[in-house]
Each structure stands twice: as structure tokens, then as C-alpha cells.
């Protein structure tokens, strides 16, 4: 009896082993890259309506192609939600675009093999991309996160916003032009998101066209049908299976739930919100004094005003530029808000004001807020694949939560964009918001 029970013990204590080593081993294998993005550059102009004007510009290299049979025919692309309109190609490499809701099926005018790249633009317009009083009454937020790709990267993505009334906007960014330029380079599977606020004044915006969901419903769990009446056999495995269901749950409870809880005691300390502290926002404003030549070192032109370089021959116009202290400014207070303000009698200096604001730790009254992570898959070419698991995360066509879905192609390349906006907590914990707004004296 006493051998029987060692025998068992043992035999559990193995079976816990093995789970355990399986876990740690079971890491996925990430395939050799077929694809990548050298450059993804969208280009969005916010219409009197609120709606978006969006140009899409992507330059695609193909690293793999079968041995030269399984050529990029056509790729699927993620788009916002399913609200758009006027999809039109812009450059001859599309044949022709098919609109699929959350996804784009844009099929090229040939096939491309390896090391070639193909460059497509197309442009449509865009709804259902912002949420009124988000964060603060009296602003309305417009949240976008570009496709992603699971399987490949993208060497540069470049989003140019145009930046005309937007009162605030995260993370930083360059101002080139009059577009906030937002730019970042991506690994497989990574997301960018960036955010623009504006009074709720400054577009037609409409409660009934908010961001909602993108129209997605929740993926009913499809109903389990038993056998026929008095399946006496057919119970019982049934119950079987449910059994050893709940014993592998038990067990992967017991082996992998205190690893889990250390991990996330050291991810809750490390978040700045462990010992009864969260993180809440705290204004810093950085006073830059700017002092500017009357005439062009170069060409002798006299400098344009709000121009930082000559307009004819390009020189730099500005002739001295350092940070200040509030001590070493007249009158302070004049320079608390985002700008550029004229100071003191001189006609060619200014102040530059740039305020933030950034998280420090308080008094613990909740949680912090994540967001959650979305993976997607890209199908290669006469492969049949799709992404059959889509989490959400943050992004721009749901307000809280939604079933994200991705398409699956049998001969083309996939991308994806995620459906959801930041959380609250995210914004008042993690989110940096520049304020671009202008006071006069």
C-alpha cells in the first residue's frame, strides 16, 4: 500500500515537472521575416466635419518569395473601424482596392519577388475617430494607432498630422510645416499610438459620430450540443474531460500562480504605484530664451517674423538660445502657458514656453490602468493563415473593449490595427500632453 502511494506521489510530482518545463519550453519559434516596411508614412487632415482625411504612403520590400512562385500579389492592411468613405488610389503599383470593414484587400498591378519593393499610395476618408470630454470637459480627443505586423518590421513609421487648433497632443513630437510629426521604428509585433486634442469647438464634432466600437460585435460562444437522449456513455466522457479539465487548471494554478504573483508585485513596484503610492500629473514648464539677428548674417534680408531661418538663403536666424530659470526672467508669471511671447524692449527676443505635464507618485487611491496586448498574424502567400486569436489593446475605434479581427488571405501579406482607446487611468498615469495653446500679453 505504502509502495502504491510513493509510485503516485511520484508519478504527480513528474507530471508537475514535465508541465512545468513545457511551459517554459512551449516559447513560439518566430519565422524568418517574408516582408518588410521601409518606410510607412500616413498623412491626416481633419475635415470641417471632424472627419479625417487620411493618405496612406507605404514603401514594401518582399525578403522571400518561395524560390520565386509565391510573388506579393496583394496585401490586407488595417484600417481604423469600418466607418470610411472615398478610398482612392493614389500611385499606378494598385490595381484596384477592396474595402473588407476593418481591412483593406489592395491588390498591386504585379507580382513582386524577392528584394524588390513596391511603393503604393491610396488616400480615404476616415469617421468615428474621436470622443468628446475624454479626459477633460470641453476637449474632444482623436486617438490613432497605425497597422502593425506581427510577423515583420517597419523600419521608419511617420505620422503627419496637420497641427491647425490642436490644443495638445502626446507623445512629443517635431512641428514641421504645420503637422505634428510623430515618428517611431517598429519590431514585429510592436504598436505606436499617439493622441491630438482639440476644443470642442474647434470642428463640427458630433456625439452620434464618436468612436463606438467600430461597429463590431462580441463573438458569440457557440452553443454545445449533447448526444441523443439517455447517452448514458456519452455523459460520462463528457464529465471525464471536464474533470481532467478543472485537475490541469488546479495544477497549473498551484505550479505557475506564484510565479505570476511575483512577477507582478515587482511590475506593480517598479510602475511607481506599489507602498500606497499611484502616479498622478504634475504641470513642469521649461523656459527657453531665444534671441534673434535683426538681419541675416548671410544675405542681409531682414528675419520674417515667427521664422527661425532666412527665408531666402536658408541661414539660421536665431543668434542666441538658452534655457532660463524662473529667477533669471522679469516677470514670470507672464510665461506659464505653451508659446512664444516678445520679452522686454527688444524686438528680437522672446521666451519660449513649453509646458508639460509629468507623473509623480501620491498617496495610493486605486490601481493604475494598462492597457492590454493585441497580436496579429500576416498570411503568406498561397498559405492559408489568419489571425484566429486578436486581443485588444489601445487604439482608435473602441471606446472600452471589442473582438478585434484581422483577415486571412491566401496569397498576400497582412497588417492590422487595433480597436481601442486609451483607458483613463492611462492618461492621468503614463500620458505626457503638450499643450500648444497661445496667450497674448
Not at 488595417?78 to 470593414?101: A, M
Amino acid at each position: 500500500m505504502k509502495n502504491t502511494a510513493k509510485k503516485s506521489a511520484k508519478l504527480l510530482l513528474l507530471t508537475a515537472v514535465l508541465l512545468l518545463i513545457g511551459l517554459f519550453l512551449a516559447v513560439p519559434v518566430q519565422a524568418a521575416a517574408t516582408d518588410e516596411i521601409l518606410n510607412f508614412t500616413i498623412t491626416v487632415e481633419v475635415n470641417d466635419d471632424a472627419s479625417l482625411e487620411m493618405t496612406y504612403h507605404i514603401d514594401w520590400k518582399v525578403l522571400y518569395d518561395g524560390g520565386g512562385s509565391d510573388k506579393l500579389t496583394w496585401v490586407n492592411l488595417g484600417v481604423p473601424n469600418k466607418y470610411h468613405e472615398n478610398i482612392t488610389p493614389l500611385s499606378k503599383t494598385i490595381k484596384n482596392i477592396k474595402d473588407k470593414g476593418s481591412t483593406l484587400e489592395i491588390y498591386l498591378d504585379r507580382g513582386y519577388g524577392k528584394n524588390e519593393v513596391v511603393s503604393f499610395e491610396f488616400s480615404m476618408t476616415q469617421d468615428h475617430m474621436y470622443q468628446i470630454d475624454k479626459w477633460v470637459e470641453g476637449e474632444t480627443v482623436y486617438t490613432f494607432t497605425p497597422a502593425w505586423f506581427d510577423d515583420f518590421s517597419v523600419d521608419e513609421l511617420v505620422i503627419r498630422w496637420n497641427a491647425d487648433q490642436a490644443g495638445a497632443w502626446q507623445p512629443d513630437c517635431l512641428q514641421e510645416g504645420g503637422y505634428l510629426v510623430f515618428k517611431a521604428s517598429l519590431s514585429p509585433g510592436d504598436q505606436y499610438t499617439m493622441s491630438v486634442v482639440y476644443p470642442n469647438d474647434a470642428f463640427g464634432f458630433d456625439v452620434s459620430r464618436q468612436a463606438d466600437g467600430g461597429g463590431y460585435e462580441p463573438v458569440t460562444p457557440t452553443e454545445w450540443n449533447g448526444g441523443g437522449g439517455g447517452g448514458g456513455d456519452g455523459s460520462s466522457s463528457f464529465l471525464d474531460v471536464i474533470g481532467g479539465l478543472f485537475a490541469l487548471i488546479f495544477i497549473l494554478a498551484i505550479l505557475v500562480g506564484p510565479i505570476i504573483a511575483v512577477v507582478k508585485f515587482f511590475q506593480w513596484i517598479v510602475g511607481g504605484t506599489g507602498f500606497g503610492s499611484e502616479k498622478t500629473m504634475e504641470k513642469k514648464i521649461t523656459r527657453t530664451k531665444i534671441e534673434y539677428y535683426a538681419n541675416c548674417p548671410s544675405c542681409g534680408s531682414a528675419r520674417e517674423e515667427g521664422k527661425d531661418t532666412c527665408q531666402y538663403c536658408g541661414r539660421s536666424m536665431i543668434k542666441s538660445k538658452e534655457v532660463v530659470e524662473e529667477s533669471q526672467i522679469e516677470k514670470p508669471e507672464k510665461y506659464t502657458k505653451n508659446g512664444t511671447y516678445r520679452y522686454g524692449d527688444s524686438p528680437n527676443t522672446y521666451i519660449h514656453v513649453n509646458v508639460i505635464n509629468v507623473p509623480v507618485s501620491r498617496p495610493r487611491s486605486g490601481g493604475p490602468g494598462r492597457p492590454s496586448h493585441s497580436s496579429r498574424l500576416g498570411g503568406g502567400s498561397h498559405h492559408s493563415s489568419c489571425a484566429s486569436s486578436c486581443a485588444c489593446a489601445s487604439s482608435c475605434a473602441c471606446a472600452s473593449s471589442c473582438a478585434c479581427a484581422c483577415a486571412c488571405a491566401s496569397s498576400g501579406r497582412a497588417g492590422c490595427s487595433v480597436k481601442d482607446f486609451f483607458k483613463k487611468s492611462i492618461h492621468e498615469g503614463r500620458v505626457k500632453i503638450e499643450s500648444k495653446k497661445k496667450e497674448t500679453n
